[in-house]
Every structure is written in C-alpha cells, then in structure tokens.
C-alpha cells in the first residue's frame, strides 16, 4: 500500500543554486484539521486515500513537520505587476516542500501556500485565509476537470489561528501541485540584476525538465521560448472560450509550462460581458475579461527581453511573433467547435454575432452554449429555451436562421452534434455566488459538505447532474454585491 512514508522526494528545484531561492521552514500552526481534499489530486503522489486522514500528513501540510527527504524553499522571483517591474518579489507566503516522483515517473512539486513568512514576505504576514483557500482549491481543480492546464490542489488545511485581513478571518493552507511553480518572473529577476548566469542555469533546468525535446538542439533557447508562447496562447484560448478571468495577470502569475497559476480575484463570466473586470481593486480594469489574451502577449515580450541574454533581440521577438495567429487560431477553432461548427470564416462570423448578442443581450455565457447542444436545425424550428434567453427576439431569429442554416449546409446531424457540444460546453462551472455559499458555510458553521460537494460536482462539469440542477443556473440578485479583491 502507498503511505506517506514510501513517497520518493527528488527536489529538483532544491538543487539548484541558492541564489533561485531560501532556504526556510514554515511556521506551525495550532490545531491542524482537514478541510477538504481532492482524491483525484492525491492520486498524483500514488497516495492511498487512508493517507489524508494521518495526523502525520496534515500536521505536515499544516507545516507543522516535515517528511524525511524533503527540502523546504520558498522562491525567487521577481514581475511586472500592474505594468510596472517589482524588482524582488518570491514566495511570500507559499513553500515548495519538496518535489515527489510518482510511479508514472511524473514529478510533482509539493507546495503549501499560507505557510508563514519567508525572506520574500515583505509586508506580508506570509498567511492566507480559509476564504481565498477555499477558492483556489475548488478552481484549481474545477479547471483541470474542464481540460484546462492548471496547478493542481491536493487539500486545504484549517487552524483557528487569527489572520487579519478586512477583519479577523482564520488562517488555512492550500497544498498546491505542479510539475514546476517556475514563473516568467523567474527569469525577470536575474535579467534585471544583470545577472547573465542565472538566466541561462534556470532556462537550461526548465528546458531539461519540461521541454526535455529541446535539450538536444544546438541553440534550444528561442525554441524554448516560442514553446511558452505556443502554450500561453493556448492557454488564453482556453480561458477566453470557457469565460475565465484570471484577474491578476501580472508576469510573476505566468507559469512558464502555460498553466493556470495562482488563483486570487479570479472570476467565470456569468452573463456575457467582455469588458468584466472581475478584481475589484482593478480600477483601470487592466486584467478585464477581453483584454486577458493582449495582457498574455504583453507579458510574453517581458519573458523575451529576460531571455535576451541568450540571444538576439530580433531572434527573442521573432520566437514570441508568432502568438497572435496562434491565439487567434486556437480560440477559434475551440469556439467553432463549442458550436459544432467546423472552423472558418462562417464559424468566425456566427460565433462573433452571438457574442455581441449575448453581451448586448446581457445572457447568461455558459447556460446559452449548454442549451446551444440542443438546438433544433429544422427550418421554422423556434429553439425556445435558446431563444427566451435573449430579449431581442427578433436579433436572436435572425442569428439562429443563418446558424441552421450553416448547419443544415454541413449535413450537421442534431443528435451527433449535441453529444459532442456537450463534452465542450460545460453545463458547471464555478460560479462566484456558488463558491461564496460554501465559503460562508465554511467560515461560520465548521461546515465543509459544501466545500466537498462543489468540488465533487465540478470534477464533472459536462455531465447533466439533475441532482444538482439548481448548481446550473443563473446566479441570484444577492450574488451581484460579492466583491473580490487581491486581498487573500
Ligand atoms: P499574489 O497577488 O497572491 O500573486 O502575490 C503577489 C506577491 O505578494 C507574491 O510575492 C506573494 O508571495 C506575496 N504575498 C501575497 N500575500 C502575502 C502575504 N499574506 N504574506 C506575504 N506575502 C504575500
Ligand atoms: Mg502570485
């Protein structure tokens, strides 16, 4: 049986030189206690289930301990936040604990996020709190149940311990994994110490690890960096087709493998609405819903200049040139295809028209692609459900003739089609009023069922869960109140 005390530990980040991070311990809290887990996540370190319920693991994801083989590091690293370069930030609050080989051979980074201060805390007091926990646990694995390429989270870990924050909230700890935490803004720092050596050492561990198909070419460098590129615009594709909005897209939350990293004011759109800013304290609204694949392409010639080191500028430029096309190509084929549509210049313009409809409209994103599964493609077919979403009727007759229309011209088979929408178009996602109830569940009553419930509903967000109908729909008028900010 797998226990904790077969885990292989090999650390790989831990190996290389200090200068990419500190060395540190976490600080202990009271009273550990187990607030949810993922069993889907556990299964990455070939853990027995029996495992989650050791004191021994949750004291050590609580920080409490550590495992024999584990080298406790927070990292360095540095970022644009807000378009302007922070020359030193770090895990202020986040410690990898150590990297553990699964039988697959896959490595996963172990890492506990609210585990105190670290050299690169600042100000901070190096905690998160159960509310912020709560969201990056269910979202992280949410995405990664809807296809999209996240940091995963294996658990969430509660204490009494007082974290003050607007108002005295509770301390908890998020245990995160990934292949690599590794950031464009790891890069950043070195290049702007004009530290020549650092770059190049961090961008040969990455490529040896994680691009491992590079390491043999003569020059692998800007081969590297068109492959971050080439999965930053898949990623955008990804977030943009299925309405997330990360809502801190500074270059220190850009994963270097194009993963969905470090979930804060983060937001799915509920009715369509490009300009949403889901960050409250995002007052200029850099980070708004639309402006998340140009921020990504933005960010990607910050990573190029870090990279510049190690070739030329015009090389750098042209490795990254190619992301707009690459972008543009991927969210369109992934939106055709959430309309069974096969991509072109007819799927751009229907997709496009019901976009504005759906924004001028003020319809629902997700609920309007899960009832687009069913649409009838018979002429003279009314596609009520469809249709009572939008109040311009006559807008939405006019889109759906010219959809059937395209429809009934590609023999598109209504049954056919519908099945395959359904594995595109989720009918659950986590919706911020859905996360809020089980928070305040949590928060006030001890009550985690909430909390397990969401997260077991969200493992199969294409699923019909007519259990879970109301999960579905629409968030309620109280919902438009709930503010998020970066404060977490
Ligand atoms: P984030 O906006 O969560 O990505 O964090 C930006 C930077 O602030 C990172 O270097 C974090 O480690 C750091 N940080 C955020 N919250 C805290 C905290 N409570 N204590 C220490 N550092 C923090
Ligand atoms: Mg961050």
Redesign the pocket.
């Known amino acids: 049986m797998p226990t904790l005390e077969s885990l292989v530990f090999d650390n790989g980040f831990a190996r290389l030189p200090e200068s990419f991070y500190s060395r540190v311990c976490p600080t202990p809290v009271p009273d550990p206690y187990l607030v949810c887990h993922s069993p889907e996540a556990l299964a990455l370190l070939d853990l027995d289930e029996g495992e989650m319920a050791r004191p021994e693991l949750i004291e050590t994801l609580a920080g409490n301990r550590l495992l024999p083989g584990m080298d406790a590091i927070a990292a360095l690293y540095a970022g644009h936040q807000f378009g302007h370069y922070v020359p030193q930030l770090g895990d202020g609050r986040a410690i990898l604990l150590g990297e553990v080989k699964n039988a697959r051979g896959e490595g996963w980074e172990v890492q506990i996020k609210g585990a105190g201060r670290t050299p690169y805390s600042r100000g901070g007091d190096g905690r998160a709190v159960l509310r912020s926990s709560i969201r990056e646990f269910l979202c992280s694995e949410a995405m990664h149940a809807l296809g999209i390429p996240t940091t995963r989270a294996l658990c969430i870990v509660g204490s009494d311990h007082p974290v003050y924050r607007e108002e005295e909230e509770t301390a908890a700890l998020v245990t995160r994994l990934a292949p690599s935490f590794v950031r464009f803004g790891s890069f950043e720092v070195f290049y702007y110490r004009n530290q020549v050596e650092p770059i190049r050492h961090l961008a040969d561990y990455v490529i040896a690890r994680y691009y491992p198909a590079l390491k043999d070419l003569a020059d692998p460098y800007p081969e590297f960096l068109r492959q971050v590129a080439l999965r930053t615009a898949e990623l955008m594709a990804q977030w943009q087709a299925v309405g997330f909005s990360h809502g ?1 897209m ?1 270059t ?2 850009m994963s270097i493998l194009g993963l969905t990293l ?1 979930y804060g004011p983060f937001g799915f759109l509920d009715a369509f609405d490009p300009g949403f800013v889901c960050n409250h304290s995002d007052i200029g609204g850099r980070y708004a819903f639309d402006q998340q694949p140009d921020v990504a392409a933005w960010n990607l010639t910050k990573l190029a200049q870090a990279l510049v080191p190690l070739m030329s500028v015009e090389t750098a430029s042209q490795a990254i040139g190619e992301y707009p096309q690459v972008f543009g190509k991927a969210y369109l084929e992934r939106m055709a295809a959430k309309f069974g549509l096969p991509p072109g210049s007819e799927a751009a313009g229907l997709v496009m028209d019901a976009l504005q409809l759906l924004a001028q409209n003020h319809v629902d994103y997700t609920i309007f692609l899960r009832r687009m599964c069913d649409f009838d493609s018979r002429p003279g077919a009314l596609n009520a459900p469809l249709r009572d979403l939008v109040l311009d009727r006559a807008a939405f007759d006019a889109w759906a003739a010219r959809y059937a229309a395209a429809l009934r011209q590609q023999g598109s088979s209504d049954a056919e089609r519908a099945a395959a929408m359904r594995a595109l178009n989720p009918k659950y996602i986590l919706r911020n009023h859905l996360a809020e109830i089980a928070i305040r569940r949590a928060a006030d009553e001890r009550d985690y069922s909430e909390v397990n419930r969401l997260h077991a509903l969200l493992a199969r967000p294409f699923d019909e869960q007519p259990e879970h109908e109301a999960y579905a729909a629409e968030p309620p008028d109280w919902a438009r109140k709930i503010e998020v900010s970066c404060s977490s």
């Open positions: 801190v500074n220190d939350n470090d």
